[in-house]
Nanobody
Framework: QVQLVESGGGLVQPGGSLRLSCAAS????????MGWYRQAPGKQRELVAV???????NYADSLKGRFTISRDNAKNTVYLQMNSLKPEDTAVYYC?????????????WGQGTQVTVSS
């Protein structure tokens, strides 16, 4: 089964940058849609960005221009580059993997990594 290992979270000052990474198990990474979601305390989980198996990307409108998703299929890894961070970006960030060409929708999740933006 798919397992996701995340790294790169931590404490950063407003205006700073972080890069999150998520490594997926298996040898069929190229057939997965990969995404990042986040959840702040008391709020609903929200989409941050998706990099599809077909090579396209999608972003939450409010984050477009500050966050960039990318993937390295040879390393089975997806990244989230976060720039110009704001306190309201503070949340637990989750990696998501969705294999394509399955009979039902399957979602795999990482353990989450804390991002805190504070001075």
């Amino acid at each position: 089964q798919v397992q996701l290992v995340e790294s790169g979270g931590g404490l950063v000052q407003p205006g700073g940058s972080l890069r999150l990474s998520c490594a997926a198990s298996g040898s069929i990474f190229s057939s997965y849609d990969m995404g990042w979601y986040r959840q702040a305390p008391g709020k609903q989980r929200e989409l941050v960005a998706v990099a599809t198996s077909g090579g396209s990307t999608n972003y939450a409108d409010s984050l477009k221009g500050r966050f960039t998703i990318s993937r390295d299929n040879a390393k089975n890894t997806v990244y989230l580059q976060m720039n110009s961070l704001k306190p309201e970006d503070t949340a637990v960030y989750y990696c998501n993997a969705r294999p394509q060409r399955t009979l039902i929708t399957l979602d795999y999740w990482g353990q989450g990594t804390q991002v805190t933006v504070s001075s």
